[in-house]
């Protein structure tokens, strides 16, 4: 396989569920992101890892907890989320910031998730 | 300061029609600005690139032209074909420390009539 994969590409769950999105890449980066995609809405940076560790935490609330174990691989744990949270949630990769490199984002096809 | 301001919001053109699509920023440090294509049901991906060095870069049927005193850019789609029907996001960040993490606009969700 190679690129971003996310799984699952759809999930529907109560406010009350506890369940994680997970992502994996194949492109020896070591950086990746988690994006909120919301309708008519700019995509929204959550968080990003840079060599396992947490670089950026842009104000995101405590029922979305994030992990990284590797540099390959992202997960994204859901935990008593309001039906607003509803959105396509995006994965991505790239070479790390700090390095003089284009900032190319590689994108998974994301996860659709709804809260009922 | 960190917006980065998109229209229009939805464009429709014929096939063979030139879509420009326009974006605005404040932050005077930005100096990476790329543009994102997404289709239905994919991740968005990368299309063009342009830094402040340059007013216009081109890269096939598409052209960015960037105005650094507006601080201004925008997206040009020459002889556009139903294929290129997406939405498409430009974005912006400081790419020397800062690299992956874009400001991105609200999007264009662009269609091409045959």
């Known amino acids: 396989e190679t690129g971003v994969t996310q799984t699952p590409r759809h999930l529907v769950m109560g406010m009350t569920n506890k369940k994680s999105l997970k992502c994996e890449q194949h492109?020896?980066?070591?950086?990746m992101y988690w994006y909120k995609q919301s309708a008519k809405k700019p995509l929204e940076l959550m968080f990003v890892y840079n060599f396992k560790e947490q670089t950026e935490n842009n104000s995101v609330p405590s029922r979305f907890s994030p992990e990284c174990p590797n540099s390959s691989h992202l997960f994204l744990h859901l935990h008593t989320l309001q039906p607003e949270d509803s959105a396509l949630y995006l994965c991505?990769?790239?070479?790390?910031?700090?390095?003089?490199?284009?900032?190319?984002?590689?994108f998974g096809e994301g996860s659709r998730l709804t809260v009922l | 300061q960190q917006q980065v301001k998109q229209s229009p919001q939805s464009l429709i053109v014929q096939k063979g029609g030139i879509p420009i699509i326009n974006c605005a920023y404040e932050?005077?440090?930005?100096?990476?600005f790329p543009w994102y294509q997404q289709f239905p049901g994919k991740g968005p991906a990368l299309l063009i690139a342009?830094?402040?060095?340059?007013s216009e870069k081109k890269e096939g049927r598409f052209t960015i032209s960037f105005n650094k005193s507006a601080k201004q850019f925008s997206l040009h789609i020459m002889d556009s074909q139903p294929g290129d029907s997406a939405t498409y996001f430009c974005a912006a960040s400081r790419s020397y420390n800062q690299g992956g993490k874009l400001i991105f606009g609200q999007g264009t969700e662009l269609s091409v009539k045959p």
């Open positions: 342009i830094r402040p060095d340059v």
């Open positions: 492109l020896g980066h070591n950086a």
């Open positions: 932050n005077t440090a930005f100096d990476y």
């Open positions: 991505a990769s790239s070479q790390p910031p700090g390095q003089i490199n284009t900032g190319e984002l590689f």
